[in-house]
């Protein structure tokens, strides 16, 4: 029986379409990076996970493996820019020997520097070449054109990685990784690459160099994290968003209610969408046997700034208080000094978030504020610790740090002392049940979203215990549950994580 040639050449041409096709799904889209939320990473990951099993035993074909995966995902995120994440890696692991090597002090201080500085500068280029130009041309009064720049996804996280690599090389708390596949497999690990955690490496290399696998424990525990995170990102963020993108996007059009309540919902709405991000990254790696730490722990249970510091984004502030807040002097130099670092510490904070004068200012704000709570401390030692006191200092701390996140989320800083004034300005309490009756769904996840951040952790472990240690049929009981979830709630298009602009 012979083919038709109509048939081989129709064969050929569906052939290509496929082929065709399957590449731009593979290729980098820069409208459409690529998320942990979205349904091609989940594919690769499932796809990849057999081999990097079977590969497991043997280190130097697992860490090929890996970096080599985890350079597809950056480039299907930031296109071409893993070309510069290659590089900054083989500079970086090049100086680091060079500091184990160079046996006088300064000269190892030279090389140290060298580091920081070609890496500050490269993401400053990205990062604040055209807000300076900005500036600059603002006190000149010139004509400015700013530079067609594109930010690389995530270059501020692996760049505090790197810094942290090469002066804990310079200290001697870590020895300069054996070959550059390694320190590269650290730089670029594709569960913390583009939004964090900031691992550090005197914490994730001896893991690497231990290659253990992954327990049960770490797998299911891991996937417990992946459920959360999707959940907190795909079902309630991404949700609660859009109603706060309205109030934002055109924030003179509505009441100090409603203003009010995108407020509290974008206060709740970039915690879900970050720890969510930070939950699913956790999840990734603890299946593939890596422990990354914890990087949110409750924040808004906070009484005071210094504690909200110590539960948000935690591998950042545990960043800057180690590389920038103790080398400035910490707390050593006096009452003085230290009210300047801690102001300096924040401020250098809020302007890594973001180019722009409203980070600056978000950032100085936390500065000032925990200076005050440091400056009142001896009063406040004095006040009785009972329900009545608690209450207020984590109601001021809620609303203080609810405030400033305007700044984090309007256009601009004229547009976010416009919301603030709109709430205190144009506020009338018998708005409140009218509200709720014309977006009950909205209210409904809002409230339980806060009974959920206030039920003690004891709760949360003893049900990711029960997940853990549950048989598979519940396993995958919940897993359908909240992939139903997703499905009910998602909106029209995959919504980006906020802190991918970082």
Known sequence: MTIPMLDIDNLIHNGRIAL????????YDPTAPMLFSSGLFWLLFILILPVYVALKSSKPKMVFFVVLFSLYFYYKSSGLFFLMLIATSYIDWL??????????????????????????????????????????????????????????????????????????????????????????????????LVAGPIVRADYFLPQLAKNERATKEMIWGGLWLIILGILKKAVIADYIAQYNDLIFNDPQLYTGVQTLMGVLGYTMQIYCDFSGYSDMAIGLALIMGFHLGINFNAPYQSRNLTEFWRRWHISLSSWLRDYLYIPLGGNRKGTFRTYVNNFLTMLIGGLWHGAAWKFVFWGAM????????????????????????????????????????????????????????????DFDWWQLPQFAQARPEWCIMMVLLIICHFLPQSWGDAMERFFVRSPWVVKLGIFIIAVQLVIEFMTSEVAPFIYFQF
């Open 20 to 27: 065709g096709n399957i590449w731009n799904m593979l290729a």
């Open 366 to 425: 936390h500065g000032v504020g925990l200076a005050v709570h440091k400056a009142c401390q001896p009063i406040l030692r004095k006040i009785p610790d009972n329900f009545f006191t608690v209450f207020i200092s984590w109601a001021l701390t809620f609303i203080y740090v609810s405030l400033l996140w305007v700044f984090f989320r309007a256009a601009s800083f004229e547009e976010s002392i416009l919301i603030i004034k709109n709430i205190f300005v």
């Open 95 to 192: 100086i680091s020997w060079r500091i184990r090597k160079t046996e006088s002090r300064g000269g190892k201080k030279a090389w140290m520097w060298l580091s920081i500085c070609v890496s500050l500068s490269i993401l400053g280029y990205f990062k604040y070449a055209n807000f300076f130009l900005w500036n600059w041309n603002q006190m000149v009064e010139g004509n400015f054109q700013p530079l067609d720049i594109i930010l690389p996804v995530g270059i501020s996280f692996y760049t505090f990685q790197s810094i942290s690599y090469v002066v804990d090389v310079y200290k001697e708390r870590i020895k300069p990784t054996r070959n550059w596949i390694d320190y590269l497999f650290f730089l670029s690990f594709f569960p913390a």
